[in-house]
């Protein structure tokens, strides 16, 4: 998952294993598998960068349930407001 801001400034997280494509013209505009399309404010090289940032970190914590069988002490559950816990 990436953190992405479309142009209106408002926020949101896109599954980047659903990313088909990212063009620059001269918006920076994400294509999804299934046809979706968003334009958004990063520029390509930030998208790739988030993506690669994402696939280190899911890397590193199968490393880590690896060696341990417990997860990593980083990850935690966030109950939101909306949400009783």
Do not use: C, W
């Not at 479309?6 to 990313?19: A, F, T, W």
């Not at 930030?46 to 880590?64: C, D, H, K, M, P």
Request: glycine share 8%; no cysteine.
């Amino acid at each position: 998952m990436i953190n992405l801001t479309r142009l209106n400034g408002e926020k949101m997280v896109i599954n980047s294993d659903l990313i088909q494509r990212v063009e620059a013209n001269p918006d920076t505009v994400i294509m999804l598998s299934d046809g979706t399309h968003y334009v958004v404010r990063e520029s390509v090289d930030e998208i790739v960068a988030g993506v690669r940032t994402f696939q280190a970190s899911v890397l590193a914590e199968a490393a880590y349930l690896g060696r341990t069988g417990e997860p990593s002490p980083a990850l935690r559950l966030v109950i939101g407001p909306d949400q009783e816990g």
